[in-house]
C-alpha cells in the first residue's frame, strides 16, 4: 500500500477513500468539530483543517468549519503524534510542554481524549489511516 504525507493534498484524498470504504460512525459521546492549525509543514507554513464528529458521523478536511468547538495550534511532529497514533496522553503531554495551544470549549476536548475515541470512531479506520501515512 503506497504511504503519502501526512496533511499533503494526496493524503486528505486518501483518508476521504478510506472514510468512504470504512464508515465513520462515531460514538454519542463524540460531537465535537475542532478545527486544527498546524505550524511548520512541509507544504508551506500553515495547514489548515477540522476533523471531529457531529450526529453520529466523523469526518475530517481540509480548511477550518466555521462552526468547529474549539481551535488547536500545534506543529506539525506534534499533530502527527497525536492525530495519526490516536495517543489522547500525547496531547496531555504537549499541552503541558507548550506544543500544543487550545482555544474554545475545552470541556469537550477532555471529555473526547477521555473517551479514547479512534478516528471516526472505528478502530479499523484509524489502523487504515496509519497504514498510509508517512
Do not use: C
Given at each position: 500500500?503506497?504511504?503519502?504525507?501526512?496533511?499533503?493534498?494526496?493524503?486528505?484524498?486518501?483518508?476521504?477513500?478510506?472514510?468512504?470504504?470504512?464508515?465513520?460512525?462515531?460514538?454519542?459521546?463524540?460531537?465535537?468539530?475542532?478545527?486544527?492549525?498546524?505550524?511548520?509543514?512541509?507544504?508551506?507554513?500553515?495547514?489548515?483543517?477540522?476533523?471531529?464528529?457531529?450526529?453520529?458521523?466523523?469526518?475530517?478536511?481540509?480548511?477550518?468549519?466555521?462552526?468547529?468547538?474549539?481551535?488547536?495550534?500545534?506543529?506539525?511532529?506534534?499533530?502527527?503524534?497525536?492525530?495519526?497514533?490516536?495517543?489522547?496522553?500525547?496531547?496531555?503531554?504537549?499541552?503541558?510542554?507548550?506544543?500544543?495551544?487550545?482555544?474554545?470549549?475545552?470541556?469537550?476536548?477532555?471529555?473526547?481524549?477521555?473517551?479514547?475515541?479512534?478516528?471516526g470512531g472505528n478502530p479499523a479506520l484509524a489502523e487504515a489511516i496509519q497504514g498510509i501515512t508517512e
Amino acid at each position: 500500500m503506497s504511504k503519502y504525507p501526512f496533511l499533503s493534498d494526496e493524503w486528505f484524498a486518501v483518508v476521504q477513500r478510506l472514510i468512504e470504504d470504512h464508515g465513520a460512525e462515531a460514538p454519542a459521546h463524540a460531537e465535537m468539530v475542532m478545527n486544527l492549525t498546524v505550524t511548520g509543514t512541509p507544504f508551506g507554513d500553515e495547514r489548515h483543517l477540522h476533523m471531529g464528529a457531529r450526529e453520529g458521523g466523523g469526518h475530517v478536511g481540509i480548511g477550518h468549519d466555521p462552526a468547529g468547538d474549539l481551535t488547536i495550534t500545534t506543529d506539525y511532529d506534534t499533530a502527527k503524534q497525536i492525530f495519526v497514533s490516536g495517543d489522547p496522553q500525547a496531547g496531555m503531554q504537549a499541552m503541558m510542554q507548550g506544543k500544543l495551544k487550545v482555544q474554545g470549549d475545552m470541556s469537550k476536548l477532555m471529555a473526547m481524549a477521555q473517551g479514547g475515541a479512534a478516528p471516526g470512531g472505528n478502530p479499523a479506520l484509524a489502523e487504515a489511516i496509519q497504514g498510509i501515512t508517512e
